[in-house]
């Protein structure tokens, strides 16, 4: 997701995430620190966060059960099998995101 608040929240150029339905999420242990953000649009978000190293967890609509729950892909285990299916938010997109096909690659960080 290119949208600014994702950018911010993510600390990155977009935010990834795997849409959760039906409730399916459900968390094995601990408790999630919660924070409340409006979005310029007016929408409400409650963000989770791991209290110990900081993480964000996922992001939903509070009261609204049925409304787009994300799931932070990089909290997943299985993350390698969880290819990207849509793009969302372009128009808020960093200009230079779409180009990183073109730049050169290392399989480590360079000396």
Known sequence: MHCSDCQTHSGAAFGIVAGIENGQFRLLSGTLKIYTKTAKSGRVRDLSF?????????????GAPDAFFGLG???????????PKR???CRSAQGWVFKLEALEKFARQPG
């Open 73 to 83: 892909v990089g909290t997943l285990r299985q993350r390698d099998r969880i290819v």
């Open 50 to 62: 791991c209290p110990d190293c900081g993480t964000r967890i996922h992001a939903r609509t509070p």
């Open 87 to 89: 793009q969302v938010w």
